[in-house]
């Protein structure tokens, strides 16, 4: 067994990762500085359930205070590291970029660092799909240029991405970069569309949709982003970027209908023009994901919304 730091280890993908690695037998030091994004409580009740067992150590810090950041290395001198404490929202990006910059890649930096000094035997990186913007390549793949990022939000993990790869080469950091696609299930974020459409269905609010609703994204469910880390996890891989997306891109037109069928009611649709930011498309790529560690999604958007709608009526 491991003993693995997972940053973010509180927020929707770090908490249903540490539930997993804790039932595999791991140990897992987790760092979440319960910043108020979203209201901090809901962070505390992603990690309810996984506080209980003696396993995790949980640590509620900031990894931009690089000297606590390394206290807490010293002491508990952890195997492996999964990097997914970040500022997320590409919309919040546009009107606070330096957050963005700071939390995503200086955070991201320090983390490398620390590794490097403490023999770390491997760094999972979480970025994201907003790195290809407005690719006309797709589906995305891993060689694309990423030349058309439009959000700083996208920006940031770009860079951290060059950060990471940048540690592989020069010191030899064994690094994976997993671009997630659009991730939703139980406990997904409150600003994500899952959770604003499902809540204004329930509550009979308008759905604000923005644009003509022919922009499509790649959804893809929660347990097969964290099958795609545990699989990368302690690999032999030495330096990789892996999509773990569904490949199977979504209309957000359709998206409503589903969420509709799902939950038998009628959505009230408010058009509003399209956002700064948002990209037309994403749609991942996952030969390589496939080829190196076998991953494939087996969650499609009808029954991961189902699942995600009875955890959010029980919640």
Known sequence: MMKVLVTGCAGFIGSHLTDRLLKNGHKIIGIDNFNDYY???IKEGNLKQALKNKKLKLYSEDILNYDNLEQIFKKE???EI????ARAGVRPSIE???VYVNANVLGTVNLLKLAV???VGQFIFGSSSSVYGNSKRLPFS???PCDTIISPYGASKRSAEFWVETFWRVYGL???ILRFFTVYGPRGRPDMAPSLFTRAIFDRKSIGQFGDGLSSRDYTYIDDIVEGIVKVLGSDLGFEIINLGNSHPVKLSEFI?????????KARIKYLSKQVGDVEKTWANIVKANNLVGWQPKTFLPEGLAKYIKWLRAN
Request: cysteine-free.
């Open 257 to 265: 209908k589903v969420i509709e069928g799902v939950t038998g009611k």
């Open 77 to 79: 001198k952890p195997q």
């Open 96 to 98: 606070h970029p330096m």
């Open 142 to 144: 891993e060689n694309d």
């Open 82 to 85: 999964v990097h997914l404490a």
């Open 117 to 119: 000094d403490f023999k």
């Open 39 to 41: 209201d901090p409580k």
């Open 174 to 176: 064994k690094s994976i």
